[in-house]
Nanobody
């Protein structure tokens, strides 16, 4: 059974950085992607970044390039690893609930839609203070 648990959210000052974690279990590293998405109040969910495959290929959506980084730690075992999203130089518009999700094929994550991705974490809230 796949489980994803986000952590690391909280209050960050404008211009500061924050690292979010997604603890993944029951999903082999080689078997697809982990995507980070966010949803701000009153807005639709949007894709932030993806990481996956044996090589750890990274993809950051255009609107987020230069402002986030995605990485992972696969040192534990093949089906228990952690994916990270680091928010760099936070802005007020980064205030949102952040979610990680599994994408076996990577397509939905790369498109930034999240459609068809059935395994999601509960989310972690980020608030940026001005």
């Amino acid at each position: 059974q796949v489980q994803l648990v986000e952590s690391g959210g909280g209050l960050v000052q404008s211009g500061g950085s924050l690292r979010l974690s997604c603890d993944v279990s029951g999903f082999a590293v080689k078997d697809g992607y982990i995507g980070w998405f966010r949803q701000a109040p009153g807005l639709e969910r949007e894709g932030v970044a993806c990481i996956g495959g044996s090589a750890g290929s990274k993809y950051i959506h255009d609107s987020m390039k230069g402002r986030v980084d995605i990485s992972r730690d696969i040192s534990r075992d093949k089906e228990h690893f952690t994916a990270y999203l680091t928010i760099l130089k936070a802005k007020a518009e980064d205030t949102a609930d952040y979610y990680c999700a599994k994408d076996p094929l990577g397509v939905s994550c790369l498109r930034g839609t999240g459609i068809g991705m059935n395994d999601w974490g509960q989310g972690t809230r980020v608030a940026v203070s001005i």
